[in-house]
């Protein structure tokens, strides 16, 4: 079964870091880009950042740049997201999904999600 | 970087029903519109891609058109277990643009 699970999700003050990670099974990992997409409380899909499948092209939303760092480890089959200066506003269900298509893309294959709260 | 609307934001129905949820891009994008179902407390589940196609296991009550700037989703007969929010989404170099969401609740 395809299949892409978080973790690394939970509670912390604002300004301290988090580490997600996204482990992959049931697919060839390391032929794919994956992308974070995060969903605030009540809100919409968001874009976070993407990555290739060897690592050559990263891209992040702007509200992101400087403090998140997405990276891959592709002999673990795992996708990484390092997110440091945590903001109330980064509050979010954060999923990892695959990406797919040429030229155009879209994400066909998602994680359950994990659940990041930046709180006092 | 391209801007996504859909309309409505709330749309309610009956079983039985035909759904038509629009997505509008602020410029042309082609055929390249995805479309996704979500649930409360589950993940996004991909429905559509390049506007018309079907993804594998998708029931063919689901059908996607347009091209350029305006575009559809429409759903034949809603099931119970169609009512959900509905996203579309597009693809700008190096970056994703979701639509706000349509929810699709029982009248």
């Known amino acids: 079964e395809v299949q892409l699970v978080e973790s690394g999700g939970g509670l912390v003050k604002p300004g301290g870091s988090l580490r997600l990670s996204c482990t992959a099974s049931g697919f060839t990992f390391s032929s794919y880009s994956i992308n974070w997409v995060r969903q605030a409380p009540g809100k919409g899909l968001e874009w976070v950042s993407s990555?290739?499948?060897?690592?050559?092209?990263?891209y992040y939303t702007d509200s992101v740049k400087g403090r998140f760092t997405i990276s891959r480890d592709n002999a673990k089959n795992s996708l990484y997201l390092q997110m440091n200066s945590l903001r109330a506003e980064d509050t979010a269900v954060y999923y990892c999904a695959r990406v797919v298509g040429s030229s155009w893309y879209w994400m066909d294959v998602w994680g359950q999600g994990t659940t990041v709260t930046v709180s006092s | 970087d391209i801007q996504m609307t859909q309309s409505p934001s709330t749309l309610s129905a009956s079983v039985g029903d035909r759904v038509i949820i629009t997505c509008r891009a602020s410029q042309s994008i082609s055929s390249w519109l995805a479309w996704y179902q979500q649930k409360p407390g589950k993940a996004p589940k991909l429905l559509i891609y390049?506007?018309?196609s079907l993804e594998s296991g998708v029931p063919s009550r689901f059908s996607g058109s347009g091209s350029g700037t305006e575009f559809t989703l429409t759903i034949n007969s809603l099931q119970p277990d169609d009512f959900a929010t509905y996203y579309c989404?597009?693809?700008?170099?190096?970056?994703?643009?979701f639509g706000p969401g349509t929810k699709v609740d029982i009248k």
């Open positions: 390049k506007a018309s």
């Open positions: 990555i290739s499948s060897v690592g050559t092209y990263i």
């Open positions: 989404q597009q693809y700008n170099p190096h970056s994703f643009t």
